[in-house]
């Protein structure tokens, strides 16, 4: 079945860096377009970053541009979510999730279980 | 890019409907028929039950249905069970005057049965 699986997370100090990875199973990842979605611990979704099927366009949410990228690897059947000088408000628990691309476009349709973020000295 | 206003709780008798508005503007609701809905219960990842405004994934109960008319978009519940108590939000696909792609969430309404 359909399945992603984030990795990475944990506890980070404020500036530093960390790298988010989501592993694709049971469909043909080179073929959609993926998505990064947060949420902070109570509060609501708040989509993150996007990336072409093929990885010819990103694109970011002004929150999070010029610190986070979003990349992928379609040999590894993995994206991944690069982040940089990292503050207190990034604390969150972070899914990865496809974008239905031809039956649900727009829209995310499958999701992760998420990988916690949490930002502190 | 401002978040789509949903009211913060709704919520009805079983058997009864619910509809559950999402606000937003002539940049994002109002210009596009891609209006999501996800229901999310405690604990769990969010699961997309309304996409294309009005469409139903398979599997989706035809309990769930979506509409929009103008900036607001609506989710309606109806024939409500109890296993429909979540927290429900809306998204809308953007593309903003530097002709990026993005997208924008509601702030989430609490549905209780």
Redesign the interface.
């Known amino acids: 079945q359909m399945q992603l699986v984030e990795s990475g997370g944990g506890v980070v100090q404020p500036g530093r860096s960390l790298r988010l990875s989501c592993a694709a199973s049971g469909f043909k990842f080179s073929s959609y377009a993926m998505?990064w979605?947060r949420q902070a611990p109570g509060k609501?979704?708040?989509?993150v970053a996007?990336i072409w099927y093929d990885g010819s366009?990103k694109?970011h949410?002004?929150s999070v541009k010029g610190r986070f990228t979003i990349s992928r690897d379609s040999s590894k059947n993995t994206v991944y979510l690069q982040m940089d000088s990292l503050r207190a408000e990034d604390t969150a628990l972070y899914?990865c999730a496809r974008d239905?691309q031809y039956?649900?476009?727009?829209?995310?349709?499958v999701?992760?279980?998420?990988t916690m973020i949490t930002v502190s000295s | 890019q401002s978040a789509l206003t949903q009211p913060p709780s709704a919520s009805g008798s079983p058997g009864q409907s619910v509809t559950i508005s999402c606000t937003g503007t002539s940049s994002d609701v109002g210009a596009y028929n891609y209006v999501s809905w996800y229901q999310q219960h405690p604990g769990k990842a969010p699961r997309l039950v309304i996409y294309e405004v009005t469409k139903r994934p398979s599997g989706v109960p035809n309990r769930f249905s979506g509409s929009k008319s103008g900036n607001t978009a609506s989710l309606t519940v109806s024939g409500l069970q109890a296993e429909d108590e979540a927290e429900y939000y809306c998204n809308s696909y953007a593309n903003s005057y530097t002709g990026s792609d993005n997208w924008v969430f509601g702030g989430g309404t609490k549905l209780t049965v």
């Open positions: 998505h979605v609501g979704l708040e989509w996007n366009k694109y949410a002004d899914y239905g039956g649900t476009p727009y829209a995310f349709d999701w992760g279980q998420g």
